[in-house]
C-alpha cells in the first residue's frame, strides 16, 4: 500500500497525528490560530466512532479532558495561549492525578490579548510548570508539520508509558504554514489501564482518583512520586545536533525559529565559520545532559547563542545546563514580524568576531 | 426472620467526618440505597467535587474522580460522552454548582448530558467556615456578610431547581429536604427519578437538597434541622419538572 503524501498546515498534521493514534475524545473551545484542529476533528472523529465536543470555554473543555482521561480512552485538547492559561487549574490536577492526556498549545503572541503573531512565549508555562504546585508534562516541540504529524502521535504513547500529560509546543507559523506531510503509518505503543482506569467497579474493589491528601506525611511521598517520574522521563529526551568538533559557536533553538536558526547555520557553516547547531525536541525534560557532555571535549564550544521568539526564556535552560562552562547569549525576538535567516547569520557572526580574530 | 433496615452494599462502612446534625449523611445514605436498588453500583462512576463532601470516595462505594471546584458537571460530561455506558453523578455543595461552577452546571444541563448532578444547599460555605454563598438568603448572617446578605450588594440566591426546569435539556429537577422522615422518603424517590433521567436517557437528572448546617449557622443539631423549614419559605421544596414520570407512563400503556 502506497504512502499519501499530502499537503497539510501544521495543525492539520497534528490532528491527522492525533487520529493516526487512535485518539477517540476531543474537546475544545474555538481560538486562533488552532481553529483547523477542531474542525478537522468534528468532521473526523464521529466518523471513527469518536466523540467531537466543543465545550462551552476552556475551563470547561480541559475538565471535560479530565473525565475522559480518568475513563482510559485515549483524549486530546488544542488551544491557543490565552485558552491555555485558562486550562492551568486543571492541568495541575491532571498532572496530579497522573493521567495521559494530550494537550496541544498553538503558541501566539503575550502577554494578555497579545495578537496572533507567532510567538514562543509559553515556554516557561509549558516548561515550568503551568499551574500551582510542583508538577511537570512531557513537551514535544515539533518543527515542522511532518514532526507535528509524527510528534502527536508518540504524545499518546509518552502520555500513558509515564501516565503523565504531554503537551505539543507549537506556534502560530508552523502551526498555519502548509508543507508535505507524509502520511506514514506509525506503531504507537499501547499501554495496559487495566489497573487504573475508571470503568465502573464491575469484578473488582472501587477505585479512586484524587490529588487530596491531607495526611503530610502522605503528600511527601506522592510529591517524591512524582518527583522520580519526572526524573525517569529523561530516557526519552530527543533533539537534533549539527554539531562537529571544533565548532566555537551553538545555536541553540527550538520549534519554528530552529527553522529559522538552522538555515542560518548551515549557511554560516558553508562560509567556514565554526557555528553548530542544537536544537531540543523535547523541551521538558530538557537535554541538559547533551549540552554538558558537549563542554567535556578538549575542544569545547566558547559561546551557546539561545535564538527565541520571546524575550528570552528558554536561554535560562540553557545557562543552567551550560552551568557557568561557556558564555551563554539570548538572541531574543519578541512576537512580531519573524526575523529571515540573514538577519539571524549576521546577529551570530557578530558574537564571533572576537573568536575568528584570535584564531588568526 | 426478615431484615427490613440494612446498610446499603454501595455504603463504605467508615465513621462519617460531618458534624453532628449536618444532613450530608443522610444524603450519603439515600444515594447509596438508590444505588442499590437500581442495581448500578457496578457501573457507576462518581465525582467528588470542592467542599464537606469532597471525601464521598470515603463512604460511597463506587469508582469516584475528584474534580476542581465547579467543574463537577464538565468532568462528568467528560467521562459520560467517553463510555456512555457508565451511569456519572456528580455530588456538589451550592457553592461549587451554583457559584464558581455556575457556567459547566448551566452549560450541562443546557446540552442535556445524560448525568445526575446532586447539589446539597446549605446556604454557607461550608468547609471554609461559614461564608457568603450564592444561595445565602436576604439578611442571612455569615462569617462575610456579618451584618447580614443585603441585597443591594449582593443581589439575590438564585432558585437553581426552578430555573433548571425551564432548560429543555433537564429531563427532571426538584428541590427537595431531609429534615423530616416523610421528606426523606420524597427524596429517596425524587433521586431515583434524577438518576432514570440519565438511565433512559431523557437528559440531565438534577436534584437540590436542603442541609442544614448547625456549626456554621451557630445551632445545636436540632435547632438547625428545624431551621431547614425557614429555608424551605424561599426555596420551596418539589418537582419542577419530571419528564421521568412521563416515559414511565407511556411504557407502562
Known amino acids: 500500500m502506497g504512502v499519501r503524501k499530502i499537503l497539510a498546515r501544521g495543525v492539520e498534521a497534528i ?47 480541559i475538565n471535560m479532558l479530565l473525565g475522559a482521561c480518568a475513563t482510559g480512552i485515549r483524549a486530546m485538547i488544542s488551544s491557543s495561549s490565552p485558552g491555555i492559561s485558562l486550562m492551568c ?73 509515564y501516565r503523565n500529560p504531554v503537551m505539543i509546543l507549537s506556534d502560530a507559523i508552523l502551526g498555519q504554514m502548509k508543507e508535505t506531510v507524509v502520511l506514514k503509518k506509525l506503531k504507537i505503543k499501547r499501554y495496559p489501564n487495566e489497573t487504573w482506569a475508571l470503568t465502573g467497579a464491575k469484578n473488582r474493589p472501587s477505585r479512586i482518583i484524587r490529588s487530596l491528601f491531607l ?10 512520586i512524582l518527583m522520580k517520574k519526572y526524573k525517569k522521563m529523561e530516557k526519552d529526551v530527543l533533539y537534533e545536533a549539527k554539531i562537529e568538533e571544533g565548532d566555537q559557536i551553538i545555536v541553540v533553538a527550538f520549534g519554528s525559529m530552529a527553522r529559522i536558526a538552522k538555515e542560518a547555520c548551515i549557511n554560516l557553516k558553508k562560509k567556514g565559520y565554526p557555528v553548530g547547531f542544537f536544537r531540543p525536541i523535547t523541551l521538558f525534560p530538557f537535554p541538559s545532559k547533551v549540552l554538558k557532555n558537549l563542554l567535556k571535549n578538549e575542544k569545547k564550544p566558547k559561546k551557546f547563542i539561545v535564538a527565541e521568539l520571546n524575550c528570552g526564556q528558554m536561554v535560562e535552560d540553557v545557562k543552567l545546563s551550560v552551568d557557568g562552562k561557556a558564555e551563554v547569549i539570548s538572541l531574543f525576538f519578541p512576537p512580531s514580524v519573524i526575523p529571515f535567516p540573514e538577519e539571524l547569520e549576521r546577529k551570530i557572526k557578530k558574537c564571533i568576531k572576537p573568536l575568528s580574530s584570535q584564531k588568526v | 426472620m426478615y431484615k427490613a433496615f440494612k446498610f446499603p452494599k454501595s455504603l463504605k462502612k467508615n465513621l462519617f467526618h460531618y458534624c453532628p446534625g ?83 452546571s448551566f452549560h450541562s444541563a443546557l446540552r442535556g448530558e445524560k448525568i445526575t448532578a446532586i447539589m446539597i444547599n446549605n446556604t454557607v460555605y461550608g468547609m471554609t467556615g461559614g461564608q457568603l454563598s450564592p444561595t445565602t438568603l436576604p439578611g442571612q448572617k455569615t462569617t462575610t456578610t456579618p451584618e447580614g446578605r443585603n441585597p443591594n450588594l449582593y443581589g439575590y440566591p438564585p432558585k437553581i431547581a426552578e430555573i433548571f426546569a425551564n432548560l429543555e435539556g433537564v429531563a427532571f429537577s426538584g428541590r427537595f429536604a431531609v429534615n423530616t422522615p416523610k421528606r426523606v422518603l420524597e427524596t429517596k424517590e425524587a433521586l431515583k427519578k434524577a438518576f432514570f433521567a440519565q438511565i433512559y436517557n431523557l437528559g440531565f437528572g438534577y436534584i437540590e437538597i436542603l442541609s442544614s448546617c448547625p456549626v456554621n449557622w451557630k445551632m445545636d443539631p436540632v435547632s438547625a434541622n428545624k431551621e431547614v423549614d425557614k429555608f424551605i419559605k424561599f426555596f420551596s421544596i418539589g418537582t419542577f419538572k419530571d419528564k421521568v414520570e412521563k416515559f414511565l407512563q407511556g411504557e407502562k400503556s
Do not use: W
Open chain 1, 89 to 161: 487549574e486543571t492541568f495541575s490536577y491532571i498532572a496530579a492525578q497522573e493521567l495521559p492526556a494530550v494537550i496541544v498549545n498553538v503558541m501566539r503572541g503575550g502577554p494578555g490579548l497579545g495578537g496572533i503573531e507567532a510567538s514562543q512565549g509559553d515556554y516557561f508555562q509549558a516548561v515550568k510548570g503551568s499551574g500551582h504546585g510542583d508538577f511537570h508534562f512531557l513537551v514535544l516541540a515539533p518543527y515542522n508539520a511532518q514532526e507535528a504529524y509524527e510528534l502527536t502521535a508518540k504524545a499518546f504513547e509518552l502520555a500513558e508509558k
Open chain 1, 15 to 61: 490532528a491527522l497525528g492525533a487520529l493516526e493514534a487512535d485518539c477517540k475524545c476531543y474537546f475544545g473551545y474555538p481560538i486562533t490560530p488552532q481553529n483547523e484542529i477542531p474542525e478537522l476533528m468534528s468532521r473526523e472523529l464521529p466518523k471513527r466512532g469518536g466523540v467531537f465536543l466543543q465545550a462551552e470555554s476552556e475551563v470547561a473543555a
Open chain 2, 22 to 104: 449536618c444532613h450530608h449523611s443522610i444524603v450519603h445514605r439515600l444515594l447509596c440505597e438508590v444505588i442499590d436498588e437500581l442495581n448500578i453500583q457496578e457501573k457507576s462512576v462518581g465525582i467528588a467535587s470542592i467542599g464537606c463532601a469532597c471525601f464521598l470516595y470515603f463512604y460511597i462505594d463506587v469508582d469516584i474522580l475528584e474534580a476542581p471546584h465547579g467543574r463537577a458537571c464538565a468532568a462528568a460530561t467528560g467521562i459520560k460522552r467517553a463510555r456512555p455506558e457508565l451511569i456519572v453523578f456528580t455530588y456538589q455543595g451550592d457553592g461549587d454548582f451554583a457559584a464558581i461552577g455556575f457556567n459547566e
Open chain 1, 215 to 224: 495526611s503530610s506525611q502522605e503528600l511527601k511521598e506522592r510529591n517524591l
